[in-house]
Structures are given as C-alpha cells and as structure tokens.
C-alpha cells in the first residue's frame, strides 16, 4: 500500500510516501514527480517519515530525475528516512548522489545555501 | 524447520511476500537492517520473475523455501518460466542508469550486493535461484 500526500510549502513542495513503495505501485510515485515537476517546482522534498520499504522499482524512479534536477537547478533531497530505508539509499550509493537529510528543518536549510 | 510459499506472478503479491518473509525470517537471529535487506534481496528476485519471466499472469506460481542449509540461511526460488540467470546477468554501471533514465535495471544490483552467495540452476525447464546468507556472527566482542 502506497499513498502520497502532496504539501505545498512557499517556494517549497514536499511529497510524503506512506506506506511501501514496490513494483507494484512505483508507477504513482513516478507520476506524482512528474506532475509536480510539470507545474514548476523548484525545490522538492520528499518526506519519508512514513515510509517503511523502497524496491529498486521506486530507487530506479528517483534515479531517472536527477538529471534533470541538475540540469534544471531544482533542488532535491530526502529526509525522514528509518535505519532500514536509508540503509538500502546507501547500498546502491544513492546517498552520495542525493541528498539525504535527517529531517525537515535540515532539508529546508539546504534551500538557504547560496 | 522450512518455510513455504507459492507466489502468483503478479506485482500485488510482492505484499503478501514481504509478510511471509517478515515472520520467516524472524528466528534466524539477524538483525531488523539485515532482514529488511533479506527481504529487499528476495522481492527483487521475485519481481524480476513475475514482470520478465512471466509477464505478470497470475495463473503462473513461484515456489519458496527458506530454511537452514549447511549452516546458512538459503532461500530457494523456484519456477518454471524463461530462465533468468542472475550469475550470468551484469550489473549495469550506477552513472549510466541515471544518464539513460532507466527506471529498472539496479534490482538485481541490490542482490549481489546483499546476498554472500547466490546459486543458480535450470533443469528440464525448472529453474532454481539460491539465496544464501550467512548467519550473523555471535561471538561478543
């Protein structure tokens, strides 16, 4: 079971992941990027406090972003992780390719850097 | 003592995997990072099986069997379609994932990367998968 929440905050969007993310359903997360990157987002935050599991199906769709968050200048990064979670990011090396932050405050200071 | 699963080959049973595995898993002695990895490890296996080998028909089943074997934990996987050597499949470079925009191709990644050992055979168009795991260690420091 998967369900996302989207927050808009200032300049700021944050979409939070509740539940498990898998083959079966990596498609929503891919299709909620895609939509708020389509209306312009700048810097988004994904919030994984209530995440409990990520598959490769959802690894490989932030994976497929990151690109075009550089070329695009948008800022991304991801806090709220549990041990299990982050530990997964940090096999495959996503740690050093994303930001991953303990929590919201630290991943709103990101957005302050000049 | 061995665990036992058959799995329909369709994306909406990866939940009812990760529950079998939850309380499979649970007497082995590892640690909940390591069982949350074992379970990561299995379920790509599996998702690889039911989308590739065979084409999500929920008709089509994937047995399990996790237990104890020559001290390690091994969990067996096995089916009867399009055999998909995870030995013979080379894991593609993380760069070049991002650059192409996959969305797929890191699972079996994860695998190797888990897993200490991973055995594969196809007999008389049965194929067999071998997870292997080493017990965690229990000597105090």
Redesign the interface.
Known sequence: ?LQLERIKEGNKDILRLIG?V???N?VLL?QSMQEILQQGATFLLIDGNQLG?I???G???F?????DFSEQGIRFAIFGLN???S??FK???LDR?IQIVPDKSTAITLGNEP | MSHKLNLSCCTSALVELRSFLQLSLKTYGFSEVDRHQLILAVEEVCANLIIHSHACNPKELIHLEVKELKKKLSIEITDKGDAFNLLEYEVPDLKKVIEEKRKGGIGIFLVKKIMDEIEFESKNGKNTCRLIKNFPSTVEP
């Open positions: 079971m498990e898998d083959a079966s990596s891919d599991y598959s490769s199906a690894l490989g769709v994976m497929s972003y990151l690109d041990d299990q979670v530990e997964v096999i495959l090396g390719l």
